[in-house]
C-alpha cells in the first residue's frame, strides 16, 4: 500500500559495542520512518541483533561463558544506544528468539522438501571472521579478499541451497527494476558481480565444528548458516508463516544496509525468496561507510567513533543532524570534529537558532509576547508559498532517499525568513507604528518556525519540542502540517538559546626548534593548509554591467549563499553556468571587483586562450570540503 512503509536495518553482530557505522544506518531509518509518520503514513521499523555463528561462539568461549548469556550482555549495548539516541523502532529482534528459529526451521524444512537444497562435499577455504568458504581464485595473497585475515582449508560434506538456478532470474529483475538495487552504482556493481557464474550457496556447517546456531531440521547433526539465518529474520519479525495478515500488510520492505553487505542482500537474499515464490523487497539501498579522514574505521587501528561519546559530548540532537546532513547517501563521508562544530554553527547556531532567538525577542518587545493576528490576504506572503512548495519536494526527495537533500532545503527556508526579516526590518516598523504590517511579519516568521520544527522533529526530536513550547505551542496546534496552524494570541514562552556556538578545538602547537629551508617556489603543508577549497553549485548567473569579461555569480556553498566574480565571460555565458558544481576558494579576503563585491575565487585551467573550469567528476553537495 501506498501509504505503508516497512524499513529495516540490518541485524548487528553482537561480537562488539555499537559504532557511528550502527548508529547512522539506525539513525537513517529512524529519521525516514518519521518523516513518513510526519506525512501521515503508516510505518513499521525493525532493527535487532544477529546472535550466531562461529564468532559469537568464539568471543563466548574466549570470555568463559554460555553464548546465549554473552548474547544477552552484548544485546543490551544496543538497546541501551538505540535508547540514548532516540531510536523509536517498533519491534527489536534477536535471531536467537523462537519465533525466529520457529520460522527459519520452517523455510528450510519447506525448500529441502521442494529439492532447493542438496548435500555434498565441499573443500574450500574458509574465513572464521567473515563465516564464509572461499575458493583458491578469490584469496588475496593467500587471505580472505574481504577482511585480509588468514584462511582456513575445509574439506567436509555440508548442505547447499542451489542458488545457481536463479542467475539469471536475478540478472532480468534487476535490469526490469531499476529502483531495485540503490544508489544506481550499486546496482552496477552486482550486475557485475552476476556475470560471472553463480555458485550454489553453503547453509550448513557441521555441529562437530560449530554448535551455536539454528539446527537443520532435516538433519540435527548440522546448524544453519548465519547469513541464510540473519536475512530471514525481515520476514520473520511482520509474521511470516505465523500472521498472514500482518505480513500481508507490511511486505516488502525497503532495506537500509552498508556498502559491505550488499552482496548478501541483493544476491543471496533476493535467491532466497524467490524459492519461498515471496515478493521482492521494494528497495535494497547501500550507503557508504564513515570514514576517518581517508580511512575506514577500524577497531584494530583504534579510530572508531563511538556514538554515545558524541552524543555525551554535544548532545543527541545535534549528533543526529549533522549524520543527517553530512552524508550523501551511497556516497563514502568523512568524521572530523572540526567538520561536526562547523556543520553546527553554520546551521544550527548561525540559522535556526538565531531565527529561534530573534523572533521571539522581537515578539515579546512588539507584540506583548503574543503571537500577533496576521491581516487575512495571505497573497503576497512568500515564506507561505515556500513552504506550501517545499512540502511535495521533501517528500519526493524522502522517497527517492535524499535525505541530505531535504534537511538542505528545509534550512533554506529558515535561512530565507532570516532574509525575510533583514528585508522587511521588524524593528523600524515598530518604530513607525505600522502595527499591521509588523504582525504580518512577525506571524509569517513565527509560523515558519512551527512548521521548520515540525520537518526536523524526526531528526531534532528533543530541539524540535523545545521550539514549539518556546512558541507556546500545544499538542493540537503542533503537529498540522499546513500553513497558518498557528494561533494568534497564543502566549510565547523565550528560554535558553538553542544551540550555544562552539568552539573549534584548537590544533596542537607544533614544537619546531629550526625553521625549515624550502626550495623557492615550494610551499610547506602547514601554508597549503590555510587554502580553505570547497564545491559549490552555481544558482544564479549574470553579465557585469559594462565589463566584457566578468561574470557575478550567486553560489550555494552548502551552508551559506556567496557572490562571486569571476572573469569567465569571454568563454562561459550565464546560460551555460547555472547548476555547474565547480570548486572555489572559500577563505579569501573579499574584494570589490568593477564596484562589485566578491566573496571567493573559481578554480579554472588555461592554456594558451583556452580556459576551462575545475569541476567534480561525479555530483557531490555543495560545501564538500577539498582535501
Not at 579522514?293 to 561519546?309: C, H, R, W, Y
Not at 562544530?341 to 506583548?368: F, H, V
Not at 573549534?504 to 629550526?514: D, L, R, S, V
Not at 602547514?526 to 569579461?549: C, H, N, Q, S, Y
Request: aromatic share 10%.
Amino acid at each position: 500500500m501506498e501509504n505503508r512503509f516497512y524499513v529495516t536495518t540490518p541485524i548487528y553482530y553482537v561480537n562488539d559495542e555499537p559504532h557511528i557505522g550502527h548508529a547512522y544506518t539506525t539513525i537513517l531509518a529512524d529519521v525516514l520512518a518519521q518523516l513518513h509518520r510526519v506525512f501521515g503514513d503508516e510505518v513499521f521499523f525493525l532493527t535487532g541483533t544477529d546472535e550466531h555463528g562461529q564468532k559469537l561462539q568464539n568471543a563466548a568461549v574466549k570470555n568463559k561463558r554460555e553464548p546465549l548469556d554473552y548474547c544477552d550482555e552484548m544485546v543490551m549495548r544496543f538497546k541501551k544506544t538505540w535508547r540514548k539516541l532516540h531510536i523509536k523502532n517498533d519491534d527489536f529482534i534477536r535471531t536467537t528468539e523462537e519465533r525466529h528459529i520457529k520460522v527459519v526451521s520452517e523455510i528450510l524444512q519447506r525448500i529441502y522438501d521442494r529439492g532447493e537444497i542438496y548435500s555434498a562435499e565441499y573443500e574450500g577455504w574458509y574465513c572464521v571472521h567473515e563465516e564464509r568458504f572461499w575458493t583458491e581464485k578469490d584469496l588475496v595473497e593467500g587471505n580472505c579478499p574481504d577482511c585480509n585475515r588468514p584462511v582456513t582449508k575445509i574439506t567436509e560434506m555440508n548442505y547447499f541451497f542451489k542458488m545457481s538456478k536463479y542467475q539469471n532470474w536475478l540478472v532480468d529483475y534487476i535490469e526490469k527494476n531499476p529502483d531495485f538495487i540503490q544508489p544506481a552504482f550499486r546496482r552496477n556493481e552486482v550486475l557485475g558481480f552476476l556475470k560471472k557464474p553463480l555458485g550454489d550457496l553453503c547453509i550448513s556447517r557441521p555441529k562437530a565444528r560449530l554448535s551455536w546456531g539454528i539446527e537443520l531440521p532435516f538433519d540435527r547433526q548440522y546448524v544453519c548458516y548465519v547469513w541464510f539465518d540473519a536475512l530471514i529474520n525481515y520476514i520473520s519479525a511482520i509474521g511470516y508463516l505465523s500472521d498472514d495478515k500482518k505480513f500481508e500488510s507490511w511486505w516488502p520492505a525497503v532495506h537500509l544496509i552498508g556498502k559491505d553487505i550488499l552482496t548478501t542482500h541483493a544476491v543471496y537474499w533476493p535467491c532466497m525468496l524467490k524459492a519461498m515464490d515471496l515478493p521482492q523487497p521494494k528497495t535494497i539501498f547501500a550507503h557508504g561507510w564513515w570514514l576517518v579522514g581517508e580511512t575506514k574505521m577500524s577497531k584494530s587501528l583504534g579510530n572508531v567513533v563511538k556514538p554515545l561519546q558524541l552524543a555525551d559530548k554535544y548532545g543527541v540532537d545535534a549528533f543526529r543532524y549533522f549524520l543527517m546532513r553530512e552524508m550523501t547517501l551511497g556516497q563514502d563521508s568523512t568524521y572530523s570534529e572540526e567538520s561536526f562544530i562547523s556543520r553546527y554553527n553554520s546551521d544550527l547556531a548561525n540559522d535556526l537558532g538565531n531565527l529561534l532567538s530573534r523572533t521571539l525577542k522581537m515578539i515579546q518587545s512588539y507584540t506583548d509576547g503574543k503571537i500577533p493576528a496576521p491581516p487575512g490576504d495571505n497573497s503576497d506572503n512568500e515564506l507561505a508559498r515556500r513552504f506550501e512548495k517545499l512540502i511535495p519536494e521533501t517528500r519526493e526527495k524522502v522517497a527517492t532517499l535524499k535525505l541530505n537533500r531535504a534537511v538542505e532545503d528545509i534550512l533554506e527556508l529558515v535561512r530565507a525568513t532570516n532574509r525575510y526579516i533583514e528585508k522587511n526590518k521588524p524593528w523600524a516598523l515598530a518604530k513607525k507604528g505600522e502595527k499591521e504590517k509588523l504582525g504580518r511579519i512577525l506571524y509569517n516568521a513565527a509560523e515558519t518556525l512551527r512548521l521548520v520544527s515540525l520537518l526536523l522533529s524526526p531528526i531534532m526530536p528533543e530541539k524540535c519540542k523545545v521550539i514549539q513550547d518556546q512558541l507556546g505551542l500545544q499538542d493540537d496546534t503542533a503537529g498540522n502540517l499546513a500553513w497558518g496552524g498557528l494561533k494568534p494570541g497564543t502566549s510565547i514562552k523565550p528560554g535558553e538559546g538553542l544551540f550555544p556556538r562552539l568552539q573549534q578545538p584548537k590544533a596542537e602547537a607544533i614544537n619546531m626548534t629550526e625553521k625549515e629551508e624550502l626550495p623557492e617556489g615550494v610551499i610547506g603543508f602547514e601554508e597549503f593548509g590555510k587554502v580553505k577549497m570547497r564545491t559549490a553549485r552555481v544558482l544564479e548567473a549574470e553579465k557585469v554591467p559594462k565589463a566584457d569579461k566578468l561574470l557575478k555569480l550567486q553560489i550555494d556553498l552548502g551552508s551559506e549563499k556567496r557572490q562571486i566574480v569571476a572573469g569567465i565571460a569571454e568563454y562561459y555565458t550565464p546560460e551555460d553556468m547555472i547548476g555547474k558544481n565547480l570548486v572555489v576558494v572559500s577563505n579569501l579576503k573579499p574584494a570589490k571587483i568593477r564596484g562589485v563585491d566578491s566573496n571567493g575565487m573559481l578554480l579554472a585551467a588555461t592554456h594558451g586562450k583556452k580556459l576551462v573550469l575545475v569541476t567534480t567528476d561525479h555530483d557531490i553537495d555543495p560545501g564538500a570540503e577539498i582535501s
